[in-house]
């Protein structure tokens, strides 16, 4: 009786411990976008730049590689204002300046967490501006789906129970033997 309740528990514990080792993570893709800015906005073209210009969409941790070519030879970068006070704040991230002199730029960053995020230029905020649309990242579930951290936390609460319960069964074992 003592052995088969041991039995479990180890069952228990090593399910709490091996669960969480199997549940789906995110895996971040790769992405890149061609991006043409002049004084009047950005375009996925040289042909098509508007003001608000593409909207960019990723996944959260994506690798986003942004091929930027300054289509009028004004200097010119790509920042995201998450903050959205149309200044280049110095924890934002930023791309290297490219210009007549550089007017191809790649550049790559990590995108961020999921949101709604604006992009501008810092020479110029409100003439070249954008949305960057960052999704949650593949592998999670959409809302109303599966809820993981849930199961997780149970997973664990159940892991700490039989650790508990395991504790209790040989304290009880040596109880018997004096
Ligand atoms: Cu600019």
């Known amino acids: 009786m003592q052995n088969a309740l041991a039995s479990i528990v180890v069952t228990i514990v090593a399910l709490g411990i091996v669960t969480p080792m199997i549940l789906p993570g995110a895996s971040a893709a790769e992405v ?3 991006l043409f800015g002049t004084i009047n906005g950005w375009g996925l073209s040289a042909g098509t ?15 986003v590689t942004l091929i930027l070519h300054s289509t009028d030879g004004v200097r010119h970068n790509w920042f995201l204002d998450v903050n959205n006070n149309r200044v280049r704040d110095a924890n ?9 002199g550089t007017p191809i730029v790649t550049w790559t960053f990590t995108a961020p967490a999921a949101g709604t995020y604006t992009y501008r230029c810092q020479y110029h905020p409100t003439s070249m501006t954008g949305t960057l649309s960052v999704q949650g990242a593949p592998g999670t579930q959409p809302a109303g789906g599966l809820d993981w951290t849930l199961i997780l936390v149970i997973v664990v609460a159940v892991a700490v129970i039989g650790a508990v319960a395991a504790v209790a069964a040989v304290a009880a074992r040596r109880r018997k033997k004096t």
Not at 92 to 100: A, I, Q
């Open 49 to 63: 730049i508007t003001n608000p210009g593409p909207t960019l969409t990723v996944n959260a941790s994506d690798s």
């Open 32 to 34: 890149t976008f061609n």
């Open 92 to 100: 934002e991230l930023v791309s290297p300046d490219f210009d007549e």
